[in-house]
């Protein structure tokens, strides 16, 4: 299986900056399943050096494609049941480069959106013209 997905920033209760998104935490499942799979993220290169430990720690499981901006996120918990969300910065959208960029060679590719604008229509036709059976991951349609 092939992970895609915008990598985020997350701020959690104010506490420095944290990787974030699917792009992100994809590899601990990967890992554990003991699949074959490969995580292609996208982020701003100024951002990269906040996932350069998870790319270290999953040595040439995640790959990461510059983009011009990185997505972003506010979380502030006041408990276990009750959070208050905000989007600081809405991530690229992944089109025909990007995909190409990324080049899926699996049958299956897991698309790991943030936002709904992250993977349009055209780029999920595209992946099935291309062969691929599609996973598509439900908070990508808030």
């Not at 092939?2 to 506490?15: E, F, P």
């Not at 292609?40 to 951002?47: K, L, S, T």
Request: aromatic letters at 6%; proline letters at 6%; a negative charge.
């Amino acid at each position: 299986m092939t992970v895609l997905g915008n990598l985020a920033i997350d701020i959690i209760n104010g506490a420095p900056r944290t990787p974030g998104g699917c792009a992100s935490f994809a590899g601990v499942a990967l890992e554990a399943s003991g699949a074959t799979g490969r995580i292609v993220g996208m982020g701003a290169e100024r951002d990269h050096v906040l996932f350069d430990p998870l790319v270290e720690r999953f040595k040439g499981l995640v790959e990461i494609i510059p983009s011009d901006r990185t997505s972003a996120f506010r979380l502030d918990y006041d408990d276990v049941d009750h959070r208050h969300m905000a989007v600081d910065a809405i991530g690229p959208v992944w089109g025909a480069a990007e995909v190409e960029a990324a080049d899926p060679d699996t049958t299956w590719v897991h698309l790991a959106p943030l936002l709904r604008t992250d993977f349009p229509a055209e780029t999920l036709a595209l992946l099935s013209a291309r062969g691929h059976r599609v996973a598509y991951d439900g908070q990508g349609l808030v």
